[in-house]
């Protein structure tokens, strides 16, 4: 039982690049969540998704895509990769009323 | 969700009881008490849960108040690995629709010798 598995751990891209962030659970999980965690700051949601098939917009969600095509996976794509989007990205799922279960994250540099 | 209002740090001695508290004054019935911490660099980490008793597991006790309206996260025996972000975070807990969480700054807790 490997939990919320994210890759990569560390990414640096050039401004305008796209890039795909993975996020994988193995405990079937039904909702999944992407946050992002700029220095200094709480988490802010970007994207989550209830199950299968539904996404939804957070907080924070301009620059991003999500899909959820089956209920382990929960890529989140940057489109066109902007400094502001540097930070640390967590995925996150859950099942009914417990807590989350958080993936170690990725730190992303866009240059 | 209900707005929390958290202290934004705090001190406690190795081996003494942590005492977080957290203020949710506009918490509604149907919602839940949820208290996470976050250890530098990594991702948060669920740590328990509560409507309106008082709650224990193996990591720490949570203590709400009749009212509702606050709560008390309780560390038994703090060690220098406790040393993290404290988040106190109420909402509903919706099994069929959306469900997320909203983060504050939380509390920084600071277990020294």
């Known amino acids: 039982n490997a939990g919320v598995t994210q890759t990569p751990k560390f990414q640096v891209l050039k401004t305008g690049q796209s890039m795909t962030l993975q996020c994988a659970q193995d405990m079937n999980h039904e909702y999944m969540s992407w946050y992002r965690q700029d220095p200094g700051m709480g988490l802010r949601l970007i994207h989550y998704?209830?199950?299968?098939?539904?996404?939804d917009q957070g907080e924070v969600p301009n620059g991003y895509n999500v899909s959820r095509s089956t209920t382990e996976d929960f890529p989140l794509r940057l489109l066109s990769a902007a400094p502001s989007q540097t930070s640390v990205y967590f995925c996150a799922s859950r099942q009914g009323i417990y807590g989350y279960t958080f993936g170690s994250g990725t730190r992303l540099t866009v240059v | 969700d209900a707005k929390t209002t958290q202290p934004p740090s705090m001190d406690c001695a190795e081996g003494r009881a942590a005492n977080l508290p957290c203020n949710h004054s506009?918490?509604?019935?149907?919602?839940?008490v949820y208290w996470y911490r976050q250890i530098h660099s990594q991702g948060p980490q669920y740590i328990i849960h509560g409507l309106k008793n008082n709650e224990t597991n193996e990591m720490a006790s949570l203590i709400i108040t009749e009212d509702r309206k606050s709560s008390t996260l309780i560390l038994p025996h703090a060690t220098l690995r406790d040393t993290a972000v404290y988040y106190c975070?109420?909402?509903?807990?919706?099994?069929?629709?959306?469900?997320?969480?909203?983060f504050g700054t939380g509390t920084r807790l600071q277990v020294t010798l």
């Open positions: 975070i109420v909402r509903v807990a919706r099994t069929g629709t959306a469900s997320k969480l909203t």
């Open positions: 998704s209830v199950g299968a098939g539904i996404t």
């Open positions: 506009t918490i509604s019935g149907n919602e839940y």
